[in-house]
């Protein structure tokens, strides 16, 4: 009950394109879904995070949609650009127990060709 | 603002010896700190949760007496790897997190561990 499942394992896209990235939970304790980039040997990075009261977020070029019927979320990056190459983690955490602490999905590399 | 670092960056260390990981938050306290374990392209997996001034909570598997994890201050949490040896070999990334201020994570920049 505590994974978080992600997909695609990698994806390529042009530049222009726009990658989607999906996860879906079933801890139903969840309230907090953030998601991070990672490039190599770097630690991850704070992208966007969403809670469920709403459906939808945006921060720039990266949107953040959200299901909680289905307990699904997904990420969309508009206009990717060859610098967007790197891994992509979703995560998921509650506020109490053993909910609290960020579960990460499996995570999604990303290549952006020119 | 809410910057982590770790120290060192990288450590290449000889079977049987121990290493000491640091991590500190910059410009916050931090409560809680967590230390997480990562192998190439696989996800981060949590090894323990510490908060400052008390024992630290180790994950199922996990061994206490291996991993060493020490909260001593408000902006420093050190792990140390006992008589390491080559399946110890990872990254090793520390996070921080602010009490009362949500459940959001500030992760440091890693530590690369390789042990000969």
């Known amino acids: 009950q505590q994974q978080v499942k992600q997909s695609p394992q990698s994806l390529i896209v042009q530049k222009g394109g726009i990658p989607i990235i999906n996860c879906a939970y079933e801890n139903t304790a969840f309230d907090y879904f953030p998601w991070y980039q990672q490039f190599p040997g770097k630690g991850p990075a704070l992208l966007i995070a969403i809670r469920p009261d709403v459906s939808e977020k945006k921060e720039g070029r990266f949107t953040i949609s959200f299901n909680k019927s289905a307990k699904q979320f997904s990420l969309h990056i508009m206009d990717s650009q060859p610098g967007d190459s790197a891994t992509y983690f979703c995560?998921?955490?509650?506020?109490?127990?053993?909910?609290?602490?960020?579960?990460f999905g499996t995570g999604t590399r990303l290549q952006v060709t020119l | 603002g809410a910057v982590v670092s770790q120290h060192p960056s990288r450590v290449i260390c000889k079977s049987g010896t121990s290493v000491k990981i640091e991590c500190r938050s910059l410009?916050?306290?931090?409560?809680?700190m967590f230390w997480y374990r990562q192998f190439p392209k696989q996800s981060l997996m949590l090894m323990a949760t510490s908060n400052e001034g008390s024992k630290a909570t180790y994950e199922q598997g996990v061994e206490k007496d291996k991993f060493l994890i020490n909260h001593a201050s408000l902006t420093l949490s050190t792990l140390t790897v006992t008589s390491a040896h080559p399946e110890d070999s990872s990254f090793y990334i520390c996070?921080?997190?602010?009490f009362g201020q949500g459940a959001e994570q500030f992760f440091g920049p890693g530590t690369r561990l390789t042990v000969l």
């Open positions: 995560a998921a955490s509650g506020n109490t127990g053993t909910a609290s602490k960020l579960t």
């Open positions: 996070s921080a997190r602010v």
């Open positions: 410009d916050f306290q931090a409560t809680t």
